[in-house]
């Protein structure tokens, strides 16, 4: 899957999974992430609002999501 970022440099890690779907609300985004269930760039990411940018992946429920 790929999140192709337009008029914006970045977007929140919570934001995204919200923006796709991958959960219903922004607060079960915080959850996912704070119980340690999101990887970005292989490594597994506890900060809510991590600025994603173009090259970076985010892994979560088995999907990975390309920023570009």
């Known amino acids: 899957m790929e999140f192709k970022l337009t ?7 919570n934001n995204l999974l ?5 959960v219903e609300t922004g607060g079960e985004a915080n959850i996912r992430i704070t119980d340690r269930e999101v990887k970005v760039n292989g490594a597994i990411e506890t900060q809510k609002r ?3 940018r173009p090259g970076d992946v985010v892994e ?9």
């Open 50 to 52: 991590k600025k994603l």
């Open 60 to 68: 979560f429920q088995k999907k990975k999501i390309l920023i570009s």
């Open 7 to 13: 008029d914006h440099d970045h977007i929140p890690l």
């Open 18 to 22: 919200k923006v796709l779907n991958l």
